[in-house]
Structures are given as C-alpha cells and as structure tokens.
C-alpha cells in the first residue's frame, strides 16, 4: 500500500517533472536519495513563485497566499500541522516539506528566505544597484543551491560560498537570457544607476533597439555573471559523486547561455537566446574534458 508520505513525495516529484526549469530538480543525474527532496522544495517554491506571479489576481491577494504559505511552513515544522485545510495537493507538498526538513536537517531559514524574495516579486519591477540585484539573488537563488548541498549531506562554509556564486550567476544569466521578454513585461534587472551611468534610454528597449549604451550596461552585468561562476566552479569541484556530475553540467549550460546572450544582436531583444539539441554534444564534451 503507498503510505500518505509517499503520495506526498510522488506529486512534489510529478510537478518537477512537469515545470522542469533551469535548475535540474528532475534530473537522472542526480542521486536517487536526494530526488525526493529536491522535489519537495522545488513543489515548496513552485507554488509561492506562481502566487507572487500570478498577475490574474490582486496585489493584496497574492500576498495573502504568500503569507499563508509561510504560515502553513512554521505550522509543519513545528509541529502543529497545517493552520488551514488548503486543498490536497497543498497538504501532500507540507507533509514532504517537513518530512524533508527533519530528515536532511534543512535550515527553515532559507525556505523564508525564498519566500521574502517571492514577496518582493509581487511589486518590485527595478532595482538601483548591484547590491539590491545581488540582494535579491541571495534570497532567490542561493537558498535553493545551499539546500541542494545540505540534502546531499554538505555544510562546509566553502562549498556555500561557491554555491551562492554559482546559483547567483545562474539567476543572473537567465534575467540577460530573458531580458527583452522581462522588459515587455515590466521588469528591469540591470541596475538603474548602471543605465544611468552609461546614459541608456529605456524608450529605445521600447522602440527594439540594443543600442551602444544598452550593449554596454549589458556587456558590464555580463562581466560581472562571468565572475560568478567562475568562483562557482568549486563547488562543481568540492562535492562528490552523480551530484559533481550534475553540477558541472549546470555551470556548463548556465556559461554557454550567458555566451549565447553575450553574442545576440538586437534580435536577443525579441528571440529568447537558447540552448538546442544540438549543445547536448558540446556540453558532453566540455563535461569530459572539465579537468584537462
């Protein structure tokens, strides 16, 4: 008979497979110990990350879910249950989520952290400097790398602080991938003092146009994410076994989107720079030769 804990687990795995995003909650790759919980935070955000998003519903309301959410997080991991009935699916994700905490000692801390970021989403549409952007990346990305470390069994300040490289430069290359599509929507990653500075106008992203200012605010966050990772080659280095695998993949494909988006013309404004099938046998080989 499959136990209520194991249907938990099984939906929090079935929307990792079916949302599958950048970072590689549903991989083979990873150690099949480690699959269930990873789902499990990746079903946590999932939701909250959709609530902050939603734009079908009003501000008030969408930080009224987020706050349940957080809510429902302290419930289960005090022990105290769901404050609230919630539907099915909601239940099955917190039953894996405080199933996951208590079993790999995973800090609350960085689920709130996820969701503080969550919250700033609902309004926050641009950012004046590199410590508000990177802020924003603490709370959004790095948790989700620290966590990762933390179910594989990893609490080395080292390997945190190259995490936190990496995760962050990850979150940073898919704002340069995603740039004309965030524009459209209203969002402005690179910093305003940056544009500022290098005098770029906001009317010419709107008339489509990447000019000599724009490419070079672009050119210095591009600079800046090549930093990241290559400090986030460490812990690609630090940990063992199908998760180096894993994570060296991932640095890989991360640093050939941000070169892809480094070389896109006024047309990276509208087309999406992107990895195809035909980067599978690049990244395969630069995974082999990772240490020659």
């Given at each position: 008979?499959?136990?209520?804990?194991?249907?938990?687990?099984?939906?929090?795995?079935?929307?990792?497979?079916?949302?599958?995003?950048?970072?590689?909650?549903?991989?083979?790759?990873?150690p099949?110990?480690?699959?269930?919980?990873?789902?499990?935070?990746?079903?946590?955000?999932?939701?909250?990350?959709?609530?902050?998003?939603?734009?079908?519903?009003?501000?008030?309301?969408?930080?009224?879910?987020?706050?349940?959410?957080?809510?429902?997080?302290?419930?289960?991991?005090n022990?105290?249950?769901?404050?609230?009935?919630?539907?099915?699916?909601?239940d099955?994700?917190?039953?894996?989520?405080?199933?996951?905490?208590r079993?790999?000692?995973?800090?609350?801390?960085?689920?709130?952290?996820?969701?503080?970021?969550?919250r700033?989403?609902?309004?926050?549409?641009?950012?004046?400097?590199?410590?508000?952007?990177?802020?924003?990346?603490?709370?959004?990305?790095?948790?989700?790398?620290?966590?990762?470390?933390?179910i594989?069994?990893?609490?080395?300040?080292?390997?945190?602080?190259?995490?936190?490289?990496?995760?962050?430069?990850?979150?940073?290359?898919?704002?340069?991938?995603?740039?004309?599509?965030?524009?459209?929507a209203?969002?402005?990653?690179?910093?305003?003092?940056?544009?500022?500075?290098?005098?770029?106008?906001?009317?010419?992203?709107?008339?489509?146009?990447?000019?000599?200012?724009?490419?070079?605010?672009m050119?210095?966050?591009?600079?800046?994410?090549?930093?990241?990772?290559?400090?986030?080659r460490?812990?690609?280095?630090?940990?063992?076994?199908?998760?180096?695998?894993?994570?060296?993949?991932?640095?890989?494909?991360?640093?050939?989107?941000?070169?892809?988006?480094?070389?896109?013309?006024?047309?990276?404004?509208?087309?999406?720079?992107?990895?195809?099938?035909?980067?599978?046998?690049?990244?395969?080989?630069?995974?082999?030769?990772?240490?020659?």
């Open positions: 008979m499959v136990t209520q804990l194991a249907r938990a687990y099984a939906t929090c795995e079935a929307m990792a497979r079916s949302h599958y995003e950048n970072f590689p909650v549903a991989s083979m790759l990873l099949a110990a480690m699959r269930p919980h990873i789902a499990a935070v990746y079903a946590f955000a999932r939701v909250a990350d959709d609530f902050a998003d939603e734009g079908s519903r009003p501000v008030a309301e969408r930080y009224r879910l987020l706050d349940g959410w957080l809510a429902r997080l302290r419930a289960c991991t022990g105290h249950g769901s404050p609230s009935p919630g539907d099915q699916r909601d099955l994700i917190f039953l894996a989520v405080a199933d996951s905490i079993a790999r000692d995973l800090p609350v801390s960085l689920f709130e952290d996820l969701l503080s970021a969550f700033q989403d609902v309004e926050t549409r641009r950012y004046r400097t590199w410590a508000d952007v990177l802020d924003y990346c603490r709370r959004s990305a790095n948790p989700v790398g620290r966590l990762v470390l933390r594989a069994g990893y609490r080395e300040a080292e390997l945190d602080q190259s995490s936190d490289a990496l995760c962050t430069a990850l979150q940073l290359a898919n704002f340069w991938q995603d740039f004309g599509r965030d524009f459209r209203g969002r402005l990653y690179v910093p305003l003092d940056d544009c500022a500075a290098a005098g770029a106008s906001e009317a010419d992203l709107e008339a489509g146009r990447l000019t000599p200012e724009w490419r070079a605010v050119d210095t966050a591009i600079g800046r994410t090549r930093d990241l990772f290559a400090a986030g460490v812990v690609c280095d630090g940990v063992r076994g199908r998760l180096r695998h894993e994570l060296r993949f991932t640095w890989l494909g991360g640093t050939r989107i941000l070169e892809r988006v480094a070389r896109a013309d006024d047309r990276g404004l509208i087309n999406r720079p992107a990895l195809g099938a035909g980067d599978a046998a690049w990244l395969l080989a630069r995974a082999l030769a990772w240490n020659v």
